[in-house]
């Protein structure tokens, strides 16, 4: 195994996956970004000088292959960021079951896989970050949101638990509820309406996302809240 650390990002696409990616190569980590897809980040992975893998993050076999694959490739991982999710606004009235698995597992079940997979050599070292994304729909379940709603719900309960068993063997866990909408062409029209801040930006986000890295550990944050200057809460 090389002897580099090394960063990893799950569910990457232009925003805040990509961001991420970007903040943690410019740290200093070699960085490898993965998503169903690997292909479509080939581009990426070249910008900043690391590696793009594919990898369906619900499959368990995929996800340990990814984690072994990176950190044989490119070094112990350091630093994880579980960033995937899919959702689509429906009542729950009209909500198939094939519809509402497939985002739990993408939302939650993933999350598990990954996390579990990276923090079985992270607990080993005794060193280690692992980060998980969530959103407003971690705290409090909306009308139409009920596919987003339980996997994040899920989720921050993977976070709480792997924070509180791992914290002691030296891992850092942290989940980072983004509440507000991130920055992106497909909100232009709501930027030009509230102004250029009034969105979160995902490089602004993926600072904070490696600050926790940093966080030296007598005072790790388990959670986090960010969202804009102007958002109501």
């Not at 597992?105 to 999350?111: H, Q, T």
């Not at 930027?191 to 890295?213: C, F, K, M, N, V």
């Amino acid at each position: 195994m090389p002897q580099s650390q090394s960063a990893l990002v799950v569910g990457v696409g232009p925003g805040l996956g990509a961001a991420l990616a970007r903040r943690f190569a410019r740290g200093g980590l070699p960085t490898a970004v993965a998503a169903r897809n690997g292909s479509r980040l080939d581009d990426l992975a070249r910008e900043i000088g690391g590696r793009a893998y594919g990898c369906d993050a619900t499959d368990e076999d995929q996800a340990t292959a990814l984690i072994e694959r990176v950190e044989a490739e490119i070094g112990a991982l350091a630093l994880v960021a579980y960033n995937a999710g899919t959702f689509l606004p429906k009542s729950v009235l009209d909500t198939p079951l094939a519809e509402f698995e497939r985002c739990w597992r993408v939302g939650c079940l993933g999350g598990f896989l990954i996390g579990r997979a990276a923090a079985r050599g992270m607990a080993a070292r005794g060193a280690g970050t692992i980060l998980f994304t969530g959103a407003t729909a971690s705290l409090r379940g909306g009308a139409g949101f009920v596919n987003l709603a339980v996997g994040k719900f899920g989720l921050r309960a993977v976070a709480q638990s792997m924070a509180r068993e791992l914290g002691p063997k030296g891992v850092h866990v942290a989940h980072v509820i983004v509440d507000g909408q991130i920055d992106s062409e497909r909100y232009a029209r709501l930027r030009a309406e509230r102004g250029p801040d009034a969105l979160l930006h995902p490089d602004a986000i993926a600072e904070s996302y490696w600050q926790l890295h940093l966080q030296p550990r007598s005072a790790w944050t388990q959670e986090l809240d960010l969202r804009p200057w102007s958002e109501k809460f």
